[in-house]
């Protein structure tokens, strides 16, 4: 199982961004998936989540509203749209997979290297 996670950069204060994540050696509409962030010094936090079909999502307090997850399942692609992006949205962000949605981390496997996004002020 790979998930290869891309499209961080470094932004300014306000500016949009959108995340990839490539999935393949799984059968990718059979799992929930998740994004999550870890800036440094800090615990991995979770972002967003999307059921298997897409109907279904959830978002961390932090980015309900600006954020937004959503999943192509022909294409194995699951992808964060981040808006009106903050200086504490800075971070590596990571996706996994997760047999259920869920704001746990512990749910989750295979995250990948994750992508990095920085937004300065």
């Known amino acids: 199982v790979q998930l290869q996670a891309s499209g961080g950069g470094l932004v300014q204060v306000g500016d949009s961004l959108r995340l990839s994540c490539a999935a393949s050696g799984l059968t990718f509409s059979a799992y929930a998936m998740g994004w999550f962030r870890q800036a440094p010094g800090k615990e991995r936090e979770f972002v967003a989540a999307?059921?298997?079909?897409?109907?279904?999502?959830d978002y961390g307090d932090s980015v309900k509203g600006r954020f937004t997850i959503s999943r192509d399942n022909a294409k194995n692609m699951v992808y964060l749209q981040m808006n009106t992006l903050k200086p504490e949205d800075t971070a590596v962000y990571y996706c996994?997979?997760?047999?259920?949605?869920?704001?746990?981390?512990?749910?989750?496997?295979?995250w990948g290297q994750g992508t990095l996004v920085t937004v300065s002020s």
């Open positions: 999307i059921t298997r079909s897409g109907a279904g999502t």
């Open positions: 996994g997979r997760s047999t259920v949605i869920s704001r746990s981390r512990t749910r989750y496997s295979y």
